[in-house]
């Protein structure tokens, strides 16, 4: 496979403005960062991936890693696959907390400097999978001055049952079920394909994804929207969940509980006996 093809980077300008990354350290630090934002949250691929993408020795990738860790861009952690432990990485992006004027700025009072162009590189290519880090300027400075929060999480100490468990509880039954299906689904993709990572950091993600598909859609059936969406995912193989289009909302039915009729009066005669008092009960 031509991992160029398959992969991309892309070089918002405040890599170079904030932490002032240039050559190796930049190019890693980009693809990371690209794995980052997708919905698997992190990088899962090899060291080797990140030498044949750049054309560069495993040596040195090892040394830009624990360069980028060291200053605090990247963070690693172990996760078992098949028995093995192997390396995953996430790109952080923390607060710049600096006084200093930019020297690029313009000395003139109430001026600002011309926008700085990002470094071209040949390499890049377009992310065409939706999730992917946007290049356009509106949207990098948008994300300049707030730190990524997605980015700096921390594995999740539950597993991906118990976060499936927080998710749904109070939510009707059928939810809970249909991210138990989605699970299995995920989990017989991961087989296939290591690449398509599973895990519960993963899996909050998911849910995140859930509650702001159902925040969009705007109905009254919030459960029922969730379960449709995740029977879609199961349906087509997909590894992330997307709106539904052919929704029918009804507002959920409400639970009613049949109350028993009370007891008639009984008529006591001169006839009536202590087993009838007792409903037919024998003395």
Known sequence: MNVKQESYTVQPHWMISDYHLKGTELDVYCLIWGF????????YGSIKYIADYYEIDTRTVERTLKALEA???????QEPVNGIMVNRYTALRPEVKSTEQHPRQNATPGKLPPPAECRQDPRQVAAKTPGKLPDNNKSDKANNNKPRAEAREEPSSLTVAEVFDEF????????????????????????????????????????KSIKRLVDEAGVKDRAGYAIAML???????????????????????????????????????????LADLLGGVGA
């Open 36 to 43: 980052t934002q997708d919905e698997q949250g992190c990088y």
């Open 71 to 77: 200053k605090g861009l990247l963070r690693k952690w």
């Open 168 to 207: 749904s509880r109070g939510a009707p039954g059928g939810l809970y079920d249909a991210l138990m299906d989605f699970d299995q689904h995920r989990q017989a993709l991961a087989k296939k394909d290591k690449k398509k990572l599973w895990s519960p950091l993963v899996a909050k993600k998911i849910c």
């Open 231 to 273: 029977n879609q995912s199961v349906e087509n193989g997909w590894t992330g969940v997307f709106a539904v289009k052919d929704f029918v909302d009804k507002a959920p039915a409400a639970v009613h509980i049949a109350q028993p009729a009370p007891d008639k009066p009984r008529k006591i005669t001169k006839d009536t006996t």
